[in-house]
C-alpha cells in the first residue's frame, strides 16, 4: 500500500515562531488533507488540497502532486497550535466488488508542542 | 450543519463484554467511514458506506466487528467479546461525493470526536 511519511516526528517551538511540516508519500494521489488532531482527539480538517497552495490565516498549505510532497507551514505558533497534525492522502483502490474506491491513509503525524 | 457526532465519548468496557457505538453523520453526506486510532499512530481504515451498502472492510476489521447504517443515516459498529487489544479511539467520518455528467466530485472528509475504548 500507499506509504505516508511525515517529518519531523517532534517540534517544540516558542510561541510566535514560524514552523514547516512536511509529508511525502511514494505513489500519486488522488486527494490530500491536512489536519490537526486536538488533545481530546478530536480531528479538525485543515485543508483540503490535492494539489497548489491554500491560506486559512496563520496557515498556509502547498502540495507538489508530481513530487509526491505537501508542506504546512504555521506562522506566529500559539499556544492553541498544540497537537498533532496528521497528513492523510487518498488513492483510489481496486474494491472485492468491482470497480473502485477510495481509501484515505494516514502518516504516523507530527506532535507540535508550543511553549508560552 | 452540526458536525460528525459520536457517542458515547468514552467507554471502559471489561473483557469479553460486547460494546456498540454510534456516529451520526453530517446529513448531506453519503459516504460514511469509521477508523481505529492507537496511541502514537494515526488513524487506520476500517469500513465504509456509501448510502446503506457497506462497500469495503478492513482486514483489521475481525469477525467480532460488525457495522450497519440502516436507512443510510446513522451508523452503529458493535465489537463482540472484547479484548483488550481493541482499546483505541474509534473514529467516524463523512464526506459527500456527488456525481455530474462526467465526474465525480470529491470533497474533504469530516471526522467526529470518536469514541475512546478501554478494555479491562
Known amino acids: 500500500g500507499i506509504q505516508v511519511e511525515q517529518s519531523p516526528p517532534d517540534l517544540i517551538l516558542q510561541e510566535g515562531a514560524n514552523s514547516t511540516l512536511r509529508c ?21 480538517n485543515l485543508f483540503y488540497i490535492p494539489s497548489g497552495t491554500k491560506q ?8 507538489v502532486a508530481t513530487e509526491r510532497y505537501s508542506l504546512l507551514y504555521i506562522s506566529s505558533s500559539q499556544t492553541t497550535d498544540s497537537g498533532v497534525y ?13 470497480g473502485s474506491n477510495y481509501k ?10 508550543v511553549n508560552p | 450543519d452540526t458536525g460528525v457526532s459520536q457517542d458515547p465519548r468514552h467507554k471502559i468496557t471489561k473483557r469479553g463484554q460486547n460494546v456498540t457505538f454510534r456516529c451520526d453523520p453530517i446529513s ?9 486510532q492507537t496511541l502514537g499512530q494515526g488513524p487506520e481504515f476500517l469500513t465504509y458506506f456509501q448510502n446503506e451498502a457497506q462497500l469495503e472492510k478492513s482486514r ?17 459498529l458493535e465489537i463482540q467479546r472484547t479484548e483488550q487489544g481493541d482499546s483505541a479511539m474509534y473514529l467516524c467520518a463523512s464526506r459527500l461525493l456527488s456525481m455530474g455528467p462526467t465526474l465525480l466530485w ?3 472528509y469530516t471526522f467526529g470526536s470518536g469514541t475512546r475504548l478501554t478494555v479491562v
Not at chain 1, 104 to 113: D, N
Not at chain 2, 28 to 36: A, G, P
Not at chain 2, 60 to 76: C, I, M, N, Q, V
Open chain 1, 104 to 113: 484515505l491513509t494516514f502518516g504516523k503525524g507530527t506532535l507540535l508542542t
Open chain 1, 24 to 44: 511525502n508519500f511514494s505513489d500519486s494521489v488522488n486527494n490530500l488533507q491536512w489536519f490537526h488532531q486536538n488533545p481530546w482527539g478530536q480531528l479538525i
Open chain 1, 56 to 63: 486559512n490565516g496563520r496557515l498556509s498549505a502547498t502540495t
Open chain 2, 28 to 36: 448531506e453526506h453519503n459516504r460514511l467511514y469509521w477508523y481505529r
Open chain 2, 106 to 108: 470529491y470533497y474533504g
Open chain 1, 86 to 98: 496528521f497528513c492523510a492522502v487518498e488513492r483510489r483502490f481496486p474494491s472485492d466488488s468491482g
Open chain 2, 60 to 76: 483489521l476489521l475481525s469477525d467480532r466487528f460488525s457495522a450497519e447504517r440502516p436507512k443510510g443515516s446513522f451508523s452503529t
